[in-house]
């Protein structure tokens, strides 16, 4: 069974440009979280998507953006690109069976992306 | 407020000799507590996961994890300590009660450093 692949690994963009991270989850999973990976700051989540839609979100501006299309394939899209949005983001995909339901969430390798 | 607390940035254990990673936690109900390793440049690995039952959990690579509710902690063990469980090692926790809200809340992680 494939594991949850984030395509590119790795990315360079200058400031004020802006990017889009793909994450193609485990087949059948159907939540999707993102997370942003920063040495000060550990994991800091930024949201998650279950059925195309949103179901939660972290505390960072709208300059991120996710969605989620209908094979559970998830993007997220950061605008304007800001120094300190130099991190891995991780994404991470479970099979979400319901709120009574409590699954492990299983993570793709990451993108790393610098800004410059 | 969930918070989890990984008190040590980095543990040192020599080979052979059983190794404790520690975490607390709050929450304002029931918690579900969870335990991932990562390894350089990897993604995220699941460990081990306590939901409710037996305090103690068993998990992958020998690893087990004891709930203990009054002390609210959930420190990740293993009897005996090999080179290759050298990683960054994550507690995180979700509150049972939260409904849909499943978004996880994450230690800063602590560096396991296992000598030979």
């Known amino acids: 069974k494939a594991g949850v692949t984030q395509t590119p690994r790795y990315l360079i963009k200058t400031r004020g440009q802006q990017v889009t991270l793909s994450c193609s989850p485990i087949?059948?999973?159907?939540?999707v979280s993102w997370y942003q990976q920063t040495p000060g700051q550990g994991l800091q989540f930024l949201f998650e998507?279950?059925?195309?839609?949103?179901?939660n979100k972290g505390n960072f501006p709208g300059r991120f953006s996710g969605r989620q299309f209908s094979n559970s394939r998830s993007e997220m899209n950061v605008s304007t690109l800001e120094l300190g949005d130099s991190a891995l983001y991780l994404c991470?995909?479970?099979?979400?069976?319901?709120?009574?339901?409590?699954?492990?969430?299983?993570f793709g390798q990451g993108t790393r992306l610098t800004v410059v | 407020a969930q918070s989890v607390a990984q008190p040590e940035d980095q543990v040192n254990v020599a080979e052979g000799n059983p190794l404790t990673v520690k975490c607390t936690y709050s929450?304002?109900?029931?918690?579900?507590l969870f335990w991932y390793v990562q390894y350089p440049n990897r993604g995220l690995q699941f460990l081990l996961k306590?939901?409710?039952?037996d305090n103690l959990v068993k998990g992958s690579y020998g690893f087990e994890a004891e709930f203990n509710k009054s002390q609210t902690s959930f420190h990740l063990k293993k009897p005996s300590a090999l080179v290759s469980d050298s990683a960054l090692y994550f507690c995180?926790?979700?509150?049972?009660?939260?409904?849909?809200?499943?978004?996880?809340?994450w230690g800063l992680g602590t560096s396991l450093a296992v000598n030979p």
């Open positions: 991470a995909s479970s099979v979400a069976t319901g709120t009574g339901g409590v699954t492990e969430a299983f």
């Open positions: 087949s059948g999973h159907r939540s």
């Open positions: 998507y279950f059925s195309e839609t949103q179901r």
């Open positions: 929450v304002s109900g029931n918690p579900y």
């Open positions: 306590y939901i409710t039952g």
């Open positions: 995180a926790v979700r509150d049972a009660n939260a409904g849909n809200n499943r978004k996880l809340i």
